[in-house]
T-cell receptor, first 112, second 110 residues
Framework: EAQVTQNPRYLITVTGKKLTVTCSQN?????MSWYRQDPGLGLRQIYY???????DKGDVPEGYKVSRKEKRNFPLILESPSPNQTSLYFC???????????FGSGTRLTVV | QKEVEQNSGPLSVPEGAIASLNCTYS??????FFWYRQYSGKSPELIMS????GDKEDGRFTAQLNKASQYVSLLIRDSQPSDSATYLC??????????FGKGTRLHILP
């Protein structure tokens, strides 16, 4: 089944403890992207990648890192999480951007 | 800051009627436009994309684009209770960056 897989689905962590949210797609898509969704603020892009080793900042990149070493994987790294990073995170992939994105199931992150 | 604007709703529509969802965008360089449906607690799901001025139909859904007015709309014919969701409008600019609106909540009344 064609899909975008994120892990974990739920995560509670403490301030400052480094964490990684994994994202993998099996559709051979070129484009991958990370979003966070917050009430009243909608979906905001964190980082996106149009190819292996090519990443670009979105609207809210501060406090996040990404890497794209392989086409299928696009992990999101929080080096020192803070409570304002408590949010619902979505990974998404697209064949070429203009086709629209397929979203993963989401990761609900709570930083205490 | 380039933006995509939507009325937050809720928009209440009787079952069987036409639901009309609207969106405006500020970046004249935007080339591609999308409508996503998001059920509560779920991830967004792409339902329509449109790139050229005019109408694009897919089943009960029709997307409309007017680049001169920077306006995108989605019509849902014969609305069903299962159409109750939040609808997100999105635009993609020349840098392949996608910006989402905050969404319109649609409620279909049985």
């Amino acid at each position: 089944e064609a899909q975008v897989t994120q892990n974990p689905r739920y995560l509670i962590t403490v301030t400052g403890k480094k964490l990684t949210v994994t994202c993998s797609q099996n559709m051979n898509h070129e484009y991958m992207s990370w979003y966070r969704q917050d009430p009243g603020l909608g979906l905001r892009q964190i980082y996106y990648s149009m190819n292996v080793e090519v990443t670009d900042k979105g609207d809210v990149p501060e406090g996040y890192k990404v890497s794209r070493k392989e086409k299928r994987n696009f992990p999101l790294i929080l080096e020192s999480p803070s409570p304002n990073q408590t949010s619902l995170y979505f990974c998404a992939s697209s064949l070429s951007g203009v086709n629209g994105y397929t979203f993963g199931s989401g990761t609900r992150l709570t930083v205490v | 800051q380039k933006e995509v604007e939507q009325n937050s709703g809720p928009l209440s529509v009787p079952e069987g009627a036409i639901a009309s969802l609207n969106c405006t965008y500020s970046d004249r360089g935007s080339q591609s436009f999308f409508w996503y449906r998001q059920y509560s607690g779920k991830s967004p799901e792409l339902i329509m994309s449109i790139y050229s001025n005019g109408d694009k139909e897919d089943g009960r859904f029709t997307a409309q684009l007017n680049k001169a007015s920077q306006y995108v709309s989605l019509l849902i014919r014969d609305s069903q209770p299962s159409d109750s969701a939040t609808y997100l409008c999105a635009s993609m600019n020349r840098d392949d960056k996608i910006i989402f609106g905050k969404g319109t909540r649609l409620h279909i009344l049985p």
